[in-house]
C-alpha cells in the first residue's frame, strides 16, 4: 500500500517536471521570437534590468 503511494506519487513527480520542461521551452521559444521582432525593446530592457540590479546590490 505504501509502495503504490510512492510509486504514484514517483509519477506525478515525473509529469510535472516533464510538464515544466516543456512549459520553459515554449517560454524561451517566444522570448526569442520576441527578441528577433523587436531587438531594440530587448536591449533597453535588458539594460533597466541590469541598472536596477546594479543599485539594488550596490546599497550596503
Same mark, same amino acid.
Given at each position: 500500500?505504501?509502495?503504490?503511494?510512492?510509486?504514484? *506519487?514517483?509519477?506525478?513527480? *515525473?509529469?510535472?517536471?516533464?510538464?515544466?520542461?516543456?512549459?520553459?521551452?515554449?517560454?524561451?521559444?517566444?522570448?526569442?521570437?520576441?527578441?528577433?521582432?523587436?531587438?531594440? $525593446?530587448?536591449?533597453?530592457?535588458?539594460?533597466?534590468? *541590469?541598472?536596477?540590479? *546594479?543599485?539594488?546590490? $550596490?546599497?550596503?
Amino acid at each position: 500500500m505504501a509502495a503504490d503511494y510512492l510509486e504514484r *506519487g514517483r509519477e506525478r513527480a *515525473g509529469e510535472y517536471l516533464e510538464e515544466g520542461r516543456e512549459r520553459a521551452m515554449e517560454l524561451q521559444s517566444s522570448l526569442e521570437d520576441r527578441i528577433r521582432q523587436q531587438p531594440m $525593446n530587448a536591449i533597453l530592457c535588458a539594460a533597466g534590468v *541590469g541598472f536596477v540590479l *546594479g543599485i539594488l546590490f $550596490n546599497r550596503r
